[in-house]
């Protein structure tokens, strides 16, 4: 087949900090491509360097879609982003059957490649008890509860957010089944080819990246910009690592020294189960955070001319 008459999507992901934005503008680059921003953290303008958003200069190397593009007052959820990025691509292919995407938020790249799961209703007050118990017992209460009804669910979903552990409890108390049970049962079809590409390092390397990254973050002024949102930290987009834990420090709970350990703890947690997700898709090619770029072009060469 020719392949350029066949729309392909080369997705890049891998755990945060580990360079999959680098790496994208270089392949940008070198397709006449542009970046569809896949981070569900980097979507709100007031949120910048908490996110690790591209600089002015990656920004400026290639055009990037969905970077700051809402804000955390607006509501908005995986599937309008699912729609939104299709739109996008509809009218991104018709220039170039060539399109990259990159991040690391697994259930949004799951939503743009597979289509969204199908989950029941379920009886509205199971939430409502979620809420009570959250208020009255704290998040740790939710993240045993779930430990214990989906360890699945437990290990992948980012479990210091609260919506997203009590979206997950109520599926599992409403339908007396896992809430892993009910996901990638049906892949959605879609009109382009996909070519997967994971970022990867030894655990040590990761976790070594993310401290530096947040010693970074520090230096550039986190702590003011956190400041300037802790009277929305109620807000669902500000539930997020490196805010949640200095809203606490400003409460008086914990000191600055402890935040900021905690941000790294519960950073390379969730980059523990970034992994844990994508290593489920047997699709995806593996390549070592140090690879150079020119091996990666090549393998993704290699598959473009199998469809």
């Known amino acids: 087949m020719n392949t350029q008459k066949t729309n392909t999507l080369i997705t890049i992901v891998g755990p945060t ?3 999959k934005t680098a790496l994208s503008i270089e392949l940008a680059n070198h397709f006449n491509t542009e970046i569809i921003s896949c981070d569900s953290r980097q979507f709100y303008k007031e949120m910048t360097i908490g996110t690790a958003v591209p600089d002015s200069e990656e920004l400026a190397a290639a055009t990037h879609h969905f970077i700051q593009n809402k804000s955390i ?5 995986v599937g309008q982003f699912e729609r939104d990025t ?3 691509l509809e009218v991104l292919f018709s220039k170039n059957p060539i399109q990259l995407m990159v991040g690391g ?6 939503a743009v490649l597979n289509g969204l799961d199908d989950f029941p209703d379920v009886d509205p ?6 809420k009570q118990d959250l208020q009255d017992n704290g998040i740790e209460y939710l993240q045993s509860q779930l430990k214990t009804l989906d360890i699945e669910s437990f290990e992948t979903i980012a479990i210091d957010n609260p919506h997203r552990i009590m979206r997950a409890l109520e599926i599992c108390l409403g339908t007396q089944k896992p809430y892993s049970s009910f996901k990638n049962k049906q892949k959605q079809a879609r009109d382009f080819n996909t ?3 994971g970022l990867t390092a030894e655990r040590s390397e990761i976790y070594n990246r993310i401290n530096k990254r947040v010693e970074s973050m520090i230096q550039k002024g986190l702590i003011e910009e956190a400041k300037k949102l802790y009277p929305y930290k109620d807000l669902n987009a500000l539930q997020t690592v490196g805010y949640r834990e200095l809203f606490d420090y400003f409460d008086g709970n914990i000191s600055l020294d402890f935040a900021i350990d905690e941000i790294k703890k519960n950073t390379r947690r969730f980059a523990k189960r970034q992994l844990t997700w994508f290593r489920k898709d047997e699709r995806i ?4 955070y140090k690879t150079d770029c020119n091996q990666i072009i090549n393998a993704i060469s290699d598959r473009l001319v199998t469809f």
């Not at 007052?73 to 959820?77: A, G, I, R, V």
Request: net charge negative; aromatic share 16%; charged share 25%.
């Open 17 to 19: 900090a580990i360079g």
């Open 73 to 77: 007052f607006e509501e908005y959820n």
């Open 86 to 88: 299709l739109e996008n």
């Open 105 to 110: 938020s697994g259930l949004y790249v799951n």
């Open 125 to 130: 007050s199971i939430r409502e008890k979620l």
């Open 195 to 197: 070519i997967l590409i």
């Open 285 to 288: 090619l593996w390549f070592d």
